[in-house]
Every structure is written in structure tokens, then in C-alpha cells.
């Protein structure tokens, strides 16, 4: 090698060394930025802590998931573990509504929902397939019963992509979906709903999760989940007595033909 040769060489090595060194700058960048991440991660734990404890009625519970980002449109696992105060995970679940858990997948704008039954394994990690339709914020929601009180607790999940939030619609006393148009009425903190189809009304529903149909409430903005009990195995009909006011999307599921349906209705509670 001649000598112009190895400082040409030596130049090249600097050059090297130097471009590493801003490589490793800008590495440092990000590291910063998820540092305010793991901040607001930890402020976002606080805040559901206080929700839940909100919820308590035997003790402090709280969602542990795995992973709450999930893909929009792919059907992915969602794992996770209800703890108690002391990061001890919950292991006793009594059936409730024909199930021991219950989870229900909105987005927080109430226009997407979904209504799973997730298996928990021998650790009491509970586990199901969700596909989160579009992108968005979305709030899981586990309704469950342990030591005979009904418990709710939640935790948001997360899909990348262009969000465009949608209006709630307009209060309605009717809704369709799949061909199914249903009415509802409300006497004396009652919800009625009649289901029909071409004009007919359907008198052969099968029962779902044991009632006639399921009900979820979630209010506009807090979301708060409200539980509504059927009142008897021969109506759609359901006591919401106890709903705070506000206005909420009313989900309503209905088995017929083999087949699960859901409806939506905006309903105003007032004082
Ligand atoms: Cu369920």
C-alpha cells in the first residue's frame, strides 16, 4: 500500500467512526421519546387504578394484559390476567350469564363492538382471538363474578392507522341489522324490545348466554359500563333502573336461527 493509499484509507476509517457516532445520536433520540411513553404508561395505570377502585366492591382489581396494541383488521391473541392490589393474579370465577368472563371489545367512540368469551388456561391467564375492525382507540371491557359480587374492569387497546371518530346517532326508539328491525320502549326504568322482521313479529328467539337476549349499556364519553339484568326468560326485557344518567349506546344481542344478532340504539337516561 502507498502511503497516499493508507491515509486515504485512515480518512476512510475516521469517516466510518464519525458516521457511527451520528448513528448512535440519533439512536438516542428515540430512546428519550419512549421514556415519555413508559411516563404516560405509568400515568394511564394510575388513572384505570382509580376506576377500578371506583368499580370495587370486594377489592382493588385491575386489568394486566400482555400486549394492548393490536393490528387493525387481523384477527390476533389478546391475553391477559385480572390482579388484585397486590399483583396477585384472580383465579375464582363464578358463572354469570352462562359464562365466567365476558369481554367486551368497543371502540371508544361506541360505533364498533363485540362480545367474546375468552379462555383462561391452568395460570389464570385468560385468552381470545380479537380483531380489532379499523383503526382506533378501544376499550376492553372483563365482566365477571368472583366471591358472588359482579365486577367490570378495563383497559384500552390500541390499533394503528387513520382514526376518524363518528358521531353518536341521534336517540331512536328503532334499530336494524341483519334484516332484524327491533323497537324499543321504556316504561318505569324498563327497557321492552320487540324484534321483528318483514313486518313480523319473531316469536321464536333462542335463548342467549340463558335470557332471551343480552344487554350492554356504555355511557357517551366515561363509558361507563352499565349492568343490566333480564327480568324474565319469556321477553327482551331488561332493568335499567340503576343506569346513571347520561346518554349511552344500548348493544342488545338476540340468538335466532343459529344465529347471533346485535342492534344498537342511542338512549338517553334521565334523572
Ligand atoms: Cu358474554
Redo the contacts with the bound molecule.
Keep these: 500500500m502507498t502511503a497516499s493509499a493508507r491515509v486515504a484509507s485512515f480518512v476512510a476509517v475516521l469517516a466510518a467512526i464519525f458516521a457511527l457516532a451520528a448513528l448512535a445520536g440519533r439512536a438516542a433520540g428515540p430512546v428519550a421519546i419512549t421514556d415519555g411513553e413508559r411516563d404516560h404508561g405509568a400515568r394511564a395505570h394510575e388513572a384505570s387504578g382509580h376506576a377500578a377502585a371506583a368499580d370495587a366492591a370486594g377489592g382493588e382489581l385491575r386489568v394486566v394484559a400482555a400486549d394492548t396494541r393490536l393490528t387493525a383488521g387481523r384477527s390476533e391473541r389478546f391475553t391477559f390476567r385480572i390482579e388484585d392490589a397486590h399483583g396477585v393474579p384472580l383465579r375464582d370465577y363464578e358463572i354469570e350469564?352462562?359464562?365466567r368472563m365476558?369481554?367486551i371489545v368497543v371502540r371508544r367512540d361506541l360505533r364498533r363492538f363485540q362480545?367474546?368469551?375468552p379462555t383462561q388456561d391452568a395460570s389464570g391467564t385468560w385468552s381470545a382471538r380479537v380483531t380489532l375492525p379499523d383503526a382506533g382507540v378501544y376499550q376492553a371491557v372483563a365482566?365477571f363474578q368472583s366471591a358472588g359480587s359482579r365486577r367490570t374492569v378495563a383497559v384500552d387497546l390500541f390499533a394503528a392507522g387513520r382514526f376518524e371518530p363518528l358521531a353518536l346517532p341521534a336517540q331512536a326508539t328503532t334499530a336494524s341489522a341483519d334484516g332484524y328491525d327491533v323497537a324499543l320502549r321504556e316504561d318505569a326504568g324498563r327497557l321492552r324490545f320487540t324484534v321483528s322482521r318483514d313486518g313480523t313479529p319473531v316469536g321464536d328467539l333462542q335463548p342467549y348466554?340463558g335470557a332471551q337476549g343480552?344487554l350492554v349499556m356504555l355511557r357517551a364519553g366515561d363509558l361507563a359500563y352499565q349492568h343490566v339484568h333480564p327480568l324474565a326468560t319469556q321477553a327482551l326485557a331488561f332493568d335499567s333502573a340503576g343506569a346513571a344518567p347520561g346518554r349511552y349506546r344500548l348493544f342488545l344481542q338476540f340468538r335466532h336461527e343459529d344465529r347471533v344478532h346485535t342492534v344498537a340504539f342511542t338512549h338517553e337516561v334521565s334523572r
Excluded: A
Aim: proline residues 0%; hydrophobic residues 25%; aromatic residues 0%.
Design positions: 350469564q352462562g359464562r365476558h369481554l362480545h367474546l368469551h365482566d348466554l343480552h
